[in-house]
């Protein structure tokens, strides 16, 4: 939410409704996953989980060393951000989504009760 609220107070509507598509296929993505059994094969095996942890956390690292840079300012402090196209827009939000392992875990989770609760009904 955050990170959708931040596109679009810096670079308008336009940049908000593209990261959030790209935001809901990331979504579509795990849901077809847990759907389709890839994401419990993800949690049963640590190693894969592992990597995509790890994964998500470079990324975080990397964008704080983008915000981070030597010769850069303060965080804090006001200045002018360089606008992104749609494209870059789009894959840093669906980027982003993808390496976020507590999306797969949520739709993992919703998934595996729903169909276990119409095993039982049946």
């Not at 908000?16 to 095996?45: D, E, H, N, P, R």
């Amino acid at each position: 939410m955050i990170y959708l609220i931040s596109r679009s107070i810096a670079q308008g509507h336009i940049a908000g409704l593209i990261s959030l598509g790209s935001v809901a296929l990331g979504f579509v993505f795990f849901m077809l996953c847990a759907a389709f059994g890839i994401t419990a094969l993800l949690f049963a095996v640590p190693y894969a989980y592992d990597a995509l942890r790890l994964a998500g956390a470079a990324y975080l690292m990397w964008l704080a060393w983008q915000a981070l840079m030597p010769n850069g300012r303060s965080p804090f402090q006001v200045k002018e951000l360089a606008v992104d196209g749609p494209r870059r827009l789009f894959a840093m939000s669906l980027f982003t989504n993808l390496l976020n392992p507590k999306v797969a875990m949520l739709y993992l989770a919703l998934l595996s009760h729903s169909s276990t609760r119409l095993t039982a009904a049946c």
